[in-house]
């Protein structure tokens, strides 16, 4: 009886540590393999008894690179940079309104903020196309950057909004009291203690931008970015420059996030929910 | 009903220790308290017995059945939860015949008891509710009421009273008390409020930093405080505490406070004849020192020394005046209102009777090991 | 002092109004291009794409209905399933649960075009799965995952990938759902004598389910829009709405069709969106009885 309880107790041990790994494994080891498979010799993949590649090589990233994705990922990064700049000019007074103001409306305005986050950006491109070329911006990266805020700001609001509720209305209060107006309370106060928060929400922003590639596709002809470059160039091209192409999209990305990695699951769960 | 056993117990929490070594026998239909500040082991001692945390080290015993790896429900324990966690989704009455579905009782012996529970703590008109429409006097009473449905063979509660408000706080007891009595379950109950401990327990097991300090009656943990740790931590004001060296010349001991010397009857003798020469730690409660013309007649063997009155604290049914005797402040309490001018001299007599010598290395108390060795012959 | 009380009362709506602003026109006005763009020609209204879309032997509309419904009933319910048991599993307390939940929620990070490339490393001819299988002698020829004839396999390859990358975001969802319900919610049931199974029919399921509709419906919004994955992996050889959308604006420059098919993937989120609005207003009400 005592025995047996013991030997279940552990058991159970053995099957949750069991269960962690192998889900653990499902999602990392396609990481893995193609991140070897992006820096394998040629010889090495095509050869079918070498499982886990024994030579490596730029070569791959390097063809890549020169095809045009060094100008790809320039664009990328411009792109996001734009995109984080509008969305968070736009999207941070909104945040706090919400976050530290009491009107009337307040709830439906939100409501309508949450539901525009659901709606399917990617609808918006094709209809942009037109207008786009009537203001000269199609094929440009600002007219990417501004359809991929419509994208990102009510994440930077609603991200913004529950960041700046965070920082206690007290300390706000206890400065004013102290001989601060309300403007210098914010950028004394709150904006230091909310700028960790939205640092990652910055880089989330980056990376939505980033991994974004079907407005980018549709409204760029010349001046692709990186996904945009990748969807058309590199399919044709062999499997090992393939995999070269998927490291290059990964590895930002997995920086950044590493980076920002205490405020992930926080940040899914505010946007998600 | 049943006997519990704690054996050796340890729990780690990574490196710290949570339970340190404890050793505890529970007698059937007792009503113990763990009594302890926030940290010291008592709460996480309540979830081993509960099944919801597995000792590192020792056993559980329910009468000689031994439990240390049973599930809970392999137990039949109940337990009242600091928050209540009465289940939000589920109505009142769905909350407390909860334990009876699940051990498949039939349908109107669970709704006997169900009936029978609510009665007894007056919550029969709110079974059609939902938590969230309670106050929470009311969710404290369902959770009790959840507790006791099944007849447990242990009734384990985690500070139920802590998010009461003062008034409530006062009634429930007094009324959780005269339950347990009805319904004679064995109860290990865990608080870091001493008055709860004092008026609730049968006994009382006071534990610090993972430890058992003490196990006794409410008044033996009162008068006979086993090391400094139980005699401050128990009783409002806090006990005094100053060193003093030890002077034994022809068998007269004198107590040397440099403030003061107290010279203490024969009594103390046995007890003290070791450390002549050494400095021990005296502690005296604020009750048993006297002002001139407060001794109570039955007290003999009083010592008087002077001090100026520093503060007053005026409680109404009492007052606790802080008196400056040099080096040191000592709080006495006097009952009822009398009023001290502050920096007015006032001579104060200490009962040597309750003073308390402790060992100044170990902090134990020196007559309470002694007894426990005489005891032990 | 009265100056000072009406500006504090506009100030929030002066504060959203750029950004509600933009919002508005970003989404609004490509909306009504879209229907424009659908249902004209050349200035005049005209059905002919609509013509086109329906019957023309170019078009792949139903198939791309068929096939975005089916992609979409398959992956839902596996990555429910897989969320929900790894939420449970991540809710026990074990050693290096924070490095594993880290590691586990990395697909969330990378686009699906990441995704379908990552995937094609594992299942192409030369790649890991079938030298894995191989070497281990289980089969003798490589498996084809790709190309026409292999249509169920590229099929089974997409829903590989996308219950891969996209179960985090359910299990996120419902992994912070289940860190809301208090421990001692679940203690209390243990102890009074339920069991795993029972704990989590009568406490779990039932405190989880707002969580659980909330998930649902973000992963069923976001599968209807599936492009990236499905062009890497199938190209056309399974069409989706939005990868004919794609096809139809950037190889063909059929921007009208390509205008129908956005609105048909707004029509279907919208139509889910409110349903999702719906029941997150009834759960509001609902707890705050």
């Known amino acids: 009886m005592e025995e047996s309880s013991i030997v279940k107790y552990y058991l159970r041990k053995i099957i949750v540590a069991g269960l962690v790994i192998l889900a653990v494994l499902w999602v990392i080891t396609p990481f893995v393999i193609s991140i070897l498979y992006a820096f394998a010799s040629k010889t090495d993949y095509y050869s079918p008894n070498i499982l886990i590649p024994l030579h490596y090589t730029l070569e791959h990233i390097q063809k890549l690179l020169d095809l045009g994705a060094t100008r790809a990922i320039i664009n990328s990064v411009i792109v996001a940079v734009i995109t984080i700049i509008i969305s968070f000019a736009l999207g941070l007074p909104a945040g706090y309104a919400f976050a530290k103001f009491v009107f009337r409306g307040k709830d439906s305005l939100k409501l309508l903020i949450i539901g525009l986050r659901m709606f399917p950006i990617l609808v918006i491109a094709v209809p942009l196309v037109t207008l786009y070329i009537r203001l000269g911006l199609n094929d440009t990266l600002l007219g990417v950057a501004l359809a991929h805020t419509a994208m990102a700001l009510p994440f930077v609001i609603i991200i913004s909004s529950s960041i700046f509720a965070g920082v206690p209305k007290e300390l706000e209060e206890a400065a004013m009291i102290f001989g601060l107006d309300r403007k210098g309370a914010f950028f004394r106060i709150t904006m230091p203690l909310a700028l960790p928060g939205l640092t990652a929400a910055a880089i989330f922003t980056f990376i939505m931008s980033w991994n974004e590639v079907f407005i980018a596709s549709v409204l760029t002809l010349t001046n692709r970015t990186l996904p945009a470059f990748i969807l058309t160039s590199a399919m044709a091209a062999p499997d090992f420059i393939k995999f070269a192409a998927g490291f290059i999209m990964i590895f930002p990305a997995m920086v950044f996030v590493f980076i920002a990695r205490k405020y992930l699951i926080t940040m899914w769960g505010i946007t998600l929910k | ?377 | 002092m009265s100056k000072v009380s009406v500006m504090e009362k506009y100030l929030p709506y002066i504060l959203i109004a750029p950004s509600l602003a933009y919002l508005l026109f970003f989404i609004g006005y490509p909306l009504a291009q879209g229907l424009y763009l659908a249902f004209t020609e050349n200035g005049a209204f005209s059905l002919e794409n609509i013509e086109y879309l329906l019957n023309s032997p170019f078009s792949k509309f139903w198939e791309a209905l068929t096939d975005t419904f089916l992609l979409v009933l398959v992956i839902i319910p596996i990555q429910v399933a897989i969320a929900l048991g790894l939420a449970m599993l991540f809710n026990m307390k074990f050693w290096g649960r924070n490095t594993a939940l880290y590691l586990v929620i990395l697909p969330l990070t990378i686009s699906d075009v990441a995704a379908g490339l990552i995937w094609y490393s594992m299942l192409s001819t030369n790649g890991f799965f079938n030298k894995l299988l191989m070497n281990i002698g289980l089969i003798k020829e490589p498996i084809y995952f790709f190309g026409y004839e292999y249509r169920p396999m590229e099929f089974l390859a997409i829903v590989l990938t996308e219950v891969w990358r996209a179960t985090a975001i359910v299990f996120v969802i419902l992994f912070a759902g289940l860190q809301m319900i208090s421990q001692d919610h679940i203690e209390a049931a243990e102890v009074f004598g339920a069991n795993v199974w029972q704990r989590l029919r009568y406490i779990v399921f039932p405190m989880l389910k707002p969580s659980l509709q909330a998930a649902l419906i973000i992963r069923t919004l976001f599968a209807f829009q599936i492009f990236g994955v499905v062009w890497v992996l199938a190209g056309r050889d399974i069409p989706v709405l939005a990868g004919e959308a794609y096809y139809e604006q950037v190889q063909l420059r059929h921007t009208g069709v390509a205008a129908i098919y956005a609105l048909i993937i707004a029509a279907i989120s919208v139509t889910i969106g409110y349903i999702y609005i719906k029941l997150f207003r009834a759960q509001y009400l609902e707890e705050g009885g």
């Not at chain 2, 020792?58 to 599930?71: N, Q």
Request: proline share 5%; aromatic share 8%.
């Open chain 2, 1 to 377: 009903m049943v006997d519990v056993h704690l054996k050796g117990i340890v729990k780690r929490f990574g490196k710290t220790i949570a339970v340190n070594g404890i050793d505890l026998d529970i007698r059937d239909g007792e009503f113990i308290v763990l009594l302890g500040p926030s940290g010291c082991g008592k709460t996480t001692t309540l979830r081993v017995i509960a099944g919801l945390e597995k000792p590192d080290e020792g056993r559980v015993l329910f009468g000689d059945r031994d439990v240390t790896y049973l599930p809970p429900r392999e137990r039949n324990v109940s337990m009242v939860f600091q928050s209540y966690a009465i289940w939000p989704h589920m109505k009142v009455y769905d909350n407390i015949a909860f334990p009876l579905k699940i051990k498949k009782f039939p349908k109107e012996e669970i709704d006997k008891r169900v009936k029978w529970a609510a009665e007894l703590l007056q919550i029969s008109e709110l079974l059609d509710r939902y938590p969230h429409q309670l106050s929470g006097g009311q969710r404290q009473r369902v959770a009790v009421a959840r507790a006791i449905v099944v007849e447990p063979d242990v009734l384990l509660m985690d500070e139920p009273l802590s998010n009461l408000d003062a008034l409530l706080r006062v009634k429930m007891r007094s009324e959780l008390k005269k339950l347990q009595r009805r319904i004679k379950v064995t109860t290990i109950y865990v608080t870091h409020d001493q008055v709860e401990a004092m008026t609730m327990g049968d006994r009382i097991a006071v534990m610090n930093k993972g430890k058992i300090q003490q196990v006794g009656r409410p008044d033996e943990i009162y008068l006979k405080p086993a090391n400094v740790f139980v005699a401050g931590f128990v009783g409002t004001p806090q006990m005094n505490f100053f060193d003093a060296t030890v002077e034994i010349r022809d068998n007269e001991i004198i107590l040397d406070a440099s403030d003061f010397k107290v010279r203490l009857p024969r009594d103390y003798l046995p007890v003290l004849q070791e450390y002549n020469g050494k400095t021990v730690i005296v502690g005296i409660r604020p009750e048993h020192i006297y002002p001139e013309g407060h001794a109570p007649t039955t007290a003999k063997k009083l010592s008087w020394i002077e001090g100026t009155v520093d503060f007053v604290e005026a409680l109404g049914s009492d007052t606790i005046l802080h008196l400056n005797t040099g080096s040191m402040i000592l709080v006495v309490k006097i009952s009822g209102s009398h009023h001290y001018e502050i920096g007015s001299k006032v001579k104060v007599a200490l009962d040597l009777s309750n003073i308390h010598v402790f060992d100044k290395e170990s902090q134990v108390s020196l007559l309470y090991k002694r007894q426990r060795e005489v005891q032990l012959s």
